[in-house]
């Protein structure tokens, strides 16, 4: 049966979408010539525009959650920057882009093409071989332009810790507060890592601690493959600097990454592995990313297991 309500018609309606219950009910179905009641046609209706409070909960559940500018831009207007950004071919783009007068210091950034991710991964690799030091490491990176995430992060995030410890911890990528702060590891999870670390007696003076990708990927996203690899050849070499007896990865990605495995953490975690820093071969172990035992505390008693295993390693002195 077909249903006419004011300009709206339609098809039979299922009893859910005019209850908005999703308990099943008895639907009386109304004859055309029957007035809709008010709250039939607000169902139906398109729901009204958002407030810019919802508007900016739906963008931070989203991810988005970073402001480039403090300025709109409409990227699809016909004129000035607009055009520039449409502009088919990167190279175009730029020109476009640079005929049309400058952007915002931090948008600007973005309107150079980001090298080719081959390109990019053998630039990284050229300038990570000649760093001859940490500092000149951390030198190189602040100039490096060839990862797209340099340009939303707030600042590069490089390490902390003691250069000389003989543990070093790598994460995976910094989040909000280490973006903000520029150290790794210092919100909700860089908390529990602390206490993970002063259960073995250790502190920040007694450990190294850096991630594979040195930049907060925009609200926090999972890093692509092509960025892990861009980003893979700095904290190899900055590993073979630091050059400790003991190399823990945290979590997942970092483990995959550093220690050439396909396998899960679960299978991955407590186990010890060789590391080649490119000097001498050191010992590896995974653990749990410590967000993770956020999420999931009943892992902490595997994550105790792996600390204990780090703890009697040290005292064992290895150094391989
Ligand atoms: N998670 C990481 O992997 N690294 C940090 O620095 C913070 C959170």
Not at 59 to 72: I, K, M, N, T
């Amino acid at each position: 049966m077909e249903m006419n309500l004011g300009t709206f018609r339609c098809g039979p309606i299922h009893p859910k979408i005019v209850s908005g219950n999703t308990a099943p009910m008895r639907m009386h179905v109304r004859h055309a010539e029957l007035p809709p009641k008010p709250y039939e046609i607000n169902r139906l209706t398109p729901e009204p525009a958002p407030t810019l409070s919802q508007l900016l909960t739906f963008y931070l559940e989203a991810g988005v959650d970073c402001a480039l500018s403090e300025q709109p831009i409409d990227r699809l207007s016909d004129s000035g920057q607009g055009e520039a950004l449409k502009a088919a071919s990167p190279a175009a783009a730029t020109t476009a882009a640079r005929a049309a007068g400058p952007l915002p210091a931090s948008v600007a950034r973005t309107a150079d093409p980001i090298p080719a991710p081959d390109a990019a991964i053998a630039t990284a690799r050229e300038a990570a071989r000649t760093a001859a030091s940490l500092e000149i490491l951390r030198d190189l990176l602040e100039k490096f332009d060839g990862c797209a995430l340099k340009s939303t992060a707030t600042r590069l995030v490089f390490a902390d810790g003691n250069p000389k410890a003989r543990i070093m911890f790598v994460g995976e990528a910094p989040g909000r507060d280490e973006d903000i702060e520029g150290l790794p590891f210092v919100g909700r999870s860089g908390k529990l890592l602390d206490r993970m670390i002063a259960s073995i007696g250790l502190d920040r003076s007694k450990v190294y601690i850096a991630n594979v990708i040195p930049w907060r990927p925009p609200g926090n996203r999972t890093p692509t493959p092509q960025e892990t690899q861009i980003c893979l050849p700095f904290i190899q070499r900055q590993i073979e600097l630091v050059d400790p007896d003991i190399l823990v990865t945290l979590g997942n990605p970092s483990t995959q990454t550093l220690l050439s495995t396909r396998e899960g953490i679960m299978k991955t975690r407590g186990r010890w592995f060789d590391y080649n820093t490119g000097t001498r071969v050191i010992r590896a172990i995974a653990t749990f990313h410590p967000a993770y035992l956020l999420r999931s505390p009943s892992y902490k008693r595997l994550s105790w297991q792996d600390l204990r295993a780090i703890a009697k390693a040290l005292e064992a002195g290895h150094s391989s």
